[in-house]
């Protein structure tokens, strides 16, 4: 692992961003990168199909003992709210264990989300998660369909989106009939989303994670997403058709640990049809969850 410091990572952000042709916001970006120990943390940029006026930089493998959302709005990074959004994480880290968090900010709009990681080796139950006090109830009405597809009890992550009010929950270690395009095309149905095309079923063939976007307006299961891991993300392009501005990404972003560039590659179907997301890793910090898993037992050392 390669420490860039504030001023190396702001100039890689701003080198991956003209990518996108998209501009930082010096204001937004620099108190942030200030505001945590860079020398620590993973991280990722993700750029997605579904418009490109931002792009997203994640920094993961922060202190499981520390609430990102509260120290972020004590840092001034983002905005206290009375919305039940604002108490969910705290609810999450007093009744489900808890390994690490991220963080997630727009390099123009500032900072977005925060993700938690649970045991990998002890994937909670659905019903206890949805009885979270700040949970949208949306969670608790649709456990049928969790526990249809053998969902509901395999969450490995919770993501939380403060902008937007949304809630991802992540699965990992599920049957592998939901690769299957038959089970595919039968959870699409049965959250009246669009039927998928030969490419989000290629893709979903691969997946290595699963998740779904809820929030508290709506009863309904928003979006579903189905995550690939992409072991050279150069080779990509040359494998799939994709985005031509994705393509550039691709093929330019650049990263700072030895072989090839490592990343995620995830469609996700919504009532408007499917998009896709291009996430790779700019560092893998030594001993994290996600340098052990990309790079192997070598990442250690």
Known sequence: ???????????????????????????????????????????????????????????????????????????????????????????????????????????????????????????????????????????????????????????????????????????LQFPDACREPETVRAMLRDLGLPEPSEHQLALARQAVGIYTTLNWESSKIQRITFATMVPDVRALPDRITVDAQVEKFAKNVAYTYPGPLQGLYNVASYSGGEYFKLQTYYQLSEGSLEAKVLLGPAAGS
């Not at 925060?114 to 045991?119: D, G």
């Not at 009885?131 to 526990?147: C, I, Q, T, V, W």
């Open 1 to 171: 692992m390669t420490s860039t410091g504030v001023e190396g990572l702001y100039t890689a952000i701003e080198e991956t961003a003209g990518l996108l042709d998209v501009s930082p916001s010096p204001d937004k970006v620099r108190p942030i990168l200030s505001t945590y120990d860079l020398d620590k943390v993973v991280v990722a940029f993700r750029v997605t199909t579904r418009g490109h006026q931002d792009l997203d930089c994640r920094f993961t493998a922060l202190p499981a003992d520390v609430n990102p959302y509260l120290y972020a709005v004590s840092k001034g990074i983002a905005e206290a709210t009375d919305h039940p959004v604002g108490k969910l994480l705290e609810d999450v880290q007093e009744h489900i264990p808890v390994t690490a968090h991220g963080v997630d900010f727009g390099v123009v709009g500032g900072f977005k989300k925060t993700w938690t990681f649970l045991p990998v080796n002890d994937l909670q139950k659905l019903s206890k998660v949805a009885a979270l006090p700040s949970m949208p109830r949306s969670l608790s009405e649709n456990l049928d369909f969790y526990a249809r597809y053998g969902l509901d009890d395999k969450n490995s992550m919770i993501g939380i989106d403060y902008p937007s009010r949304t809630v991802n929950v992540y699965f």
